[in-house]
Nanobody, 128 residues
Framework: QVQLVESGGGLVQAGGSLRLSCAAS????????MGWFRQAPGKEREFVAA????????YSADSVKGRFTISRDNANNAVYLQMNSLKPEDTAVYYC?????????????????????WGQGTQVTVSS
């Protein structure tokens, strides 16, 4: 049974940091690219960041570049999102997602429909 379980969300003041974690099980983690998406109230889901299986490639949305860093630990089947310099507009539910393989194309990697497995999300709230 595939599971993606996010943790690490919470309430933080603007300028603060959070580190999200996603624990994966039920599939061959090292064969899957991993991504983070987010969805704010009343808005569509949007891409945040993705990482290739070997960690050699990452993509990030322009809105988080320089502030958020995605990483993964294949030995422990986990992916992380380090979020620094948080802004109120970062407030959203953050989702971890997985799909087999890597396509070295931002548009492909950033499309939610290209991910097979999803977690249930963790809430991040940034106060001003």
């Amino acid at each position: 049974q595939v599971q993606l379980v996010e943790s690490g969300g919470g309430l933080v003041q603007a300028g603060g940091s959070l580190r999200l974690s996603c624990a994966a099980s039920g599939f061959s983690f090292s064969d899957y690219r991993m991504g983070w998406f987010r969805q704010a109230p009343g808005k569509e889901r949007e891409f945040v960041a993705a990482i290739s299986m070997s960690r050699s490639k990452t993509y990030s949305a322009d809105s988080v570049k320089g502030r958020f860093t995605i990483s993964r630990d294949n030995a422990n089947n986990a992916v992380y999102l380090q979020m620094n310099s948080l802004k109120p507009e970062d407030t959203a539910v953050y989702y971890c997602a997985a799909n087999y393989g890597w396509v070295d194309n931002y548009a492909w990697v950033a499309t939610g429909d290209k991910y097979e497995y999803w977690g249930q999300g963790t809430q991040v709230t940034v106060s001003s």
